[in-house]
């Protein structure tokens, strides 16, 4: 069956630091890939979705990166985090196109100081 | 810009039927609706997918009119554990974009 990974839990981190945040899957091969923000009481926001390695497509313009390096793994980056980018990060994957279902992580709860 | 929208937030009793509409007036031509179950510091967990009519699963059903505009999620007979924030996912029409709703904070009493 298919799980899917992400680390850490939790993160408290200065302002102007860096971060990197880790998603993987297991069981599935060639997912699609995605990272949501979802900030305290609001809903989800799409950041950047992949649909193979070095295949990524950015949402919202911002100071955060994605890479894909591996099938199954999708890094969440940020060379200097802001304030606003404290919330719960959630990474998801599909299969197919059109009409595919999307499967949560357990997601990473940032706080920004 | 397509927009997705549910109410904010829906209250009902034990035992009660749930209907949680959302609207979705720019969808894909061909994409699913689908709907998640989310609860506090988790990561959303899928309930139920259709295209048209009517489908149903083991825990909830999903009314789709024939224009496609709207979605309603039914949860029958609602627990306690049922509490929870209800969101829809559709594709837009124009941008090709995977759109969630603004999300139904469902608070069921005893």
């Known amino acids: 069956s298919q799980t899917i990974h992400q680390w850490p839990a939790t993160l408290v981190q200065p302002v102007g630091s860096p971060l990197s945040l880790e998603c993987t899957v297991e069981?599935?091969?060639?997912?699609?890939l995605y990272w949501y923000r979802q900030a305290a009481g609001r809903g989800l926001q799409l950041l950047f979705y992949?649909?193979?390695?070095?295949?990524i497509s950015s949402e919202v313009p911002q100071n955060l990166s994605a890479s894909r390096p591996q099938d199954r793994q999708f890094i969440l980056s940020s060379k200097k985090l802001l304030l606003s980018d404290s919330g719960f990060y959630l990474c998801?994957?599909?299969?197919?196109?059109?009409?595919?279902?999307?499967?949560f992580g357990p997601g990473t709860r940032l706080t920004v100081l | 810009l397509a927009k997705t929208t549910q109410p904010i937030s829906m209250d009902s009793y034990e035992g009660q039927e749930v209907n949680i509409t959302c609207s979705h007036n720019n969808i894909a031509t061909n994409d699913y609706i689908t709907w998640y179950q989310q609860f506090p510091s988790q990561g959303p967990r899928f309930i139920i997918q259709?295209?048209?009519t009517k489908v149903t699963n083991e825990v909830a059903s999903l009314f789709i009119p024939a224009d496609r505009k709207s979605s309603t999620l039914s949860l029958p007979r609602v627990s306690l554990s049922d509490t929870a924030v209800y969101y829809c996912l559709v594709r837009s029409y124009n941008t090709d974009k995977l759109i969630f709703g603004t999300g139904t904070r469902l608070q069921v009493f005893p």
């Open positions: 259709g295209y048209k």
């Open positions: 992949s649909i193979g390695i070095d295949q």
């Open positions: 998801a994957w599909s299969v197919g196109s059109g009409g595919d279902t999307q499967y």
């Open positions: 069981g599935t091969s060639n997912p699609n």
